[in-house]
């Protein structure tokens, strides 16, 4: 059997069996990070991984500056679903010999520029050879305060799900300039107890699911913040839309309308989630199929 | 210009000018770790990332379970290098959608063994296509006690340089099956106040001038350990050692010697740091040239 024929979340699943615990280890492999620390922590650490691969998340002839940022940007998107805040990443970029020096200087340079902003420092890295694409991963370490860190698993049944920003299009530049929702997401947590909450990634088709299995739930969709010139199809399965989706007890849900702090940034009420746990299906972005 | 003309040093040099930094970052890239926390701390956190590609550091026809344990190992021999003991790992992989799930099942397989040796939990991750070869990335936290914490930096003129094992002929199989000197690196930040430590990656040429100039210090070299059916040349040059290099004061190293608990494992004299600090021809692994 072949990856293509087993699929992404099938492989995450057979992947993440059985791995090695300790005792220090409070959420494992599934959220939108790992959360390290003791139960008693006020503060918790925050860990998450993530790559973009030459021919996959970007094309040769992209921007490396805006690649750097990209880069960068899709964990710090992760460490604010949480709720946290980022601290520190580690590089690693592998890279033909042959690659000009001023498409790594670029590299770093978005790098560099999307950590000011969102206050991370980079810590260390590593360089290598790559025989084929340049491939880049990101480690970044955060922190959350025990009462604001959320999970996707804590949705239930009859919460309001919400949106921020328009979904879908993305491959017209979004994917690459996105700005990670850090401050809207510490915003929320600051003044709303939610009940779950991920960041969009795959696409609300592929990552809803996600959250609402997660959950232990069905959901319902009603209208989406499409993109202008998109599809509802486009909303639900281009992908890295880098939004942040997140569950409310509907007693809530008016009161965060209306206290709705960032004038720019449209929040929508895109569905609720519901009791019936029938399986639904996919319409995201699958890596391997 | 490419990046092949540059070389890894100078562009490792090149990429971390100007990096942001923050309040807790105690020490930068450039070590075998980043160390953070706040200087008081009496427990600060390691932050190690490293990789390995298909074609660069195994072939396509290596077990894949041999090919795990190279990938968190050798974090775990930085980890070691720094004094201190592997936590939280973080595994990126990327592959092409046809390869065989059996070869990611053993490759996790591989994961796992070397996590459950050396106490490390495995705390999530990220699967992304590959266009080309299979890309493997871990990043690693550990914990070092402030006192036991060694850098690279620290070597002081007449320092006795010791290294563990053999070096040279790794590509024999060690680079595939070494074991990180995790026990023998905390038996000696118990019993010994180490000036400098690193792990022998690119070859005892490339690392001791690093280590040398960290320190701001030259060196003299005297007979290697060679590993059986080994020129000095090789021991000097192959790389992927994983062996333990060290700077002690030279009142210390008889008590060293005559202490060393570790019957199977050779611990030699290599030579001493200098105040000559004259450059020094490098004769290691450099992954662009």
């Not at 006020?42 to 805006?66: M, N, P, Q």
């Not at 460490?79 to 770093?108: F, R, S, W």
């Not at 009462?147 to 979004?174: E, Q």
């Amino acid at each position: 059997m072949k990856l293509s024929d087993l699929g992404e979340d099938a492989l995450v699943v057979r992947l993440t069996r059985g791995l090695p615990r300790n005792a220090s280890l409070l959420v494992g492999p599934g959220d939108d990070c790992a959360v390290v620390g003791r139960r008693s922590d006020a503060v918790w650490t925050l860990l998450k991984t993530d790559c973009v691969i030459e021919g996959v998340h970007f094309i040769s002839e992209t921007d490396f500056a805006r690649v750097g940022w990209k880069a960068l940007a899709r964990n710090v998107s992760d460490i604010a679903a949480m709720g946290g805040t980022p601290q520190h990443a580690l590089i690693t970029v592998a890279m033909p010999p042959d690659l000009p020096v001023a498409k790594v200087d670029a590299l770093y340079k978005g790098l560099r520029r999307c950590a000011r902003k969102f206050g991370v420092a980079i810590v260390g890295g590593e360089t290598a050879r790559s025989p084929g694409p340049v491939f880049i991963s990101v480690a970044l370490t955060g922190q959350v305060e025990r009462a604001r860190c959320v999970l996707r698993s804590g949705g239930k049944p009859g919460d309001v799900l919400f949106v921020t920003g328009r979904l879908g299009g993305s491959l017209a530049g979004k994917h690459l300039d996105f700005t990670p929702r850090l401050i809207e997401a510490r915003w929320l947590t600051e003044h709303f107890r939610l009940h779950a909450m991920m960041d969009l990634s795959d696409g609300l088709g592929a990552d809803l699911p996600r959250m609402a299995r997660a959950s232990g739930c069905g959901f319902e969709l009603g209208e989406l913040p499409v993109t202008q010139g998109c599809s509802r199809e486009a909303a639900l399965g281009d992908g890295e839309d880098f939004e942040l989706l997140f569950a409310v007890a509907p007693r809530q849900a008016a009161r965060l309308e209306s206290a709705w702090p960032f004038r720019k940034l449209p929040l929508t009420r895109v569905g609720v989630l519901t009791a019936n746990t029938k399986p639904l299906p996919v319409h995201g972005f699958d890596h391997f199929a």
